[in-house]
């Protein structure tokens, strides 16, 4: 699975893909072994597409490091955010686990690595174990209740509003695998730019930048170059109605 080492690799380096993914949990480190030489890694650079619909493919991705965006854009141009996949999940389309992609976007938000299987390796590894299986369901239940979430927000919620969600969601998110969030910390950085941010909560850069200079003069961020500071996420999540 790495290329070009000095000759040999040990186990972790052999299941890196599969290790601390939370539906392998149960897994030997012979089942795990195989899992991983059935799941090639490839990287991709921050703003990458890694699936589209002009590119349809059935391949299950698993996100080891970075952050993935899902999204769809409507016939007015305008992107919606279906999801913002972190590591350690699984995502892609795979008609076999009841889990379609349709017209969405994947794109790279950081550097990420994935590895990916194909849909006769899914049916060998995934489908085959009771416990995977399960777990791959509960994963699929919960990212539908956060599309609908997206959704109700989108049609309900102002931008302030929608950015301060997006905000406070990544804020909290058990997402340290990226390297870039630190949820317990008191007071969590956010890697995003004011374009990714705008993209994640439906609206304009400019319209983002001007509202998180408001939200910084009310003393609830602090502002950087590639990232944003949540200094009061107390009053982010009132914000976010």
Excluded at 98 to 111: K, P, R, S, T, V
Excluded at 177 to 187: C, H, I, V
């Amino acid at each position: 699975m790495f290329e070009d080492h000095d000759g040999g690799t040990d186990e972790r380096e052999r299941t890196w893909c599969v290790s601390e993914v939370d539906i392998f949990r149960d897994l030997d480190d012979a089942e795990m072994a195989a899992i991983a030489a059935a799941a090639p890694m490839k990287t991709y650079s921050a703003g990458e597409i890694l699936h589209s619909p002009q590119q349809p493919s059935e391949i299950l991705f698993i996100l080891k490091r970075g952050r993935v965006r899902i999204f769809r854009v409507s016939a007015e141009g305008r992107a919606l955010t279906c999801a913002i996949i972190s590591p350690g999940t699984i995502f892609g389309e795979m008609a076999l686990l009841g889990q379609h992609m349709y017209d969405n976007f994947a794109e790279a938000l950081d550097d990420v690595a994935v590895c990916v299987m194909s849909r006769a390796d899914v049916h060998t590894f995934l489908l085959s174990d009771a416990r995977i299986a399960a777990r791959i369901t509960e994963i699929l239940g919960r990212r539908l209740a956060d599309l609908e979430q997206r959704l109700s927000d989108s049609v309900f919620k102002s931008v302030p509003q929608r950015i301060a969600t997006t905000l406070t969601t990544l804020a909290t998110r058990n997402d340290s695998a990226a390297g870039r969030l630190r949820p317990g910390a008191r007071q969590p950085q956010i890697a995003l730019t004011h374009e990714q941010l705008a993209a994640l909560a439906g609206t304009s850069r400019e319209t983002c930048t001007k509202v998180l200079r408001e939200f910084a003069d009310r003393g609830m961020l602090r502002l950087a170059r590639g990232r944003i500071t949540v200094l009061d996420p107390a009053r982010l999540h009132d914000e976010a109605g």
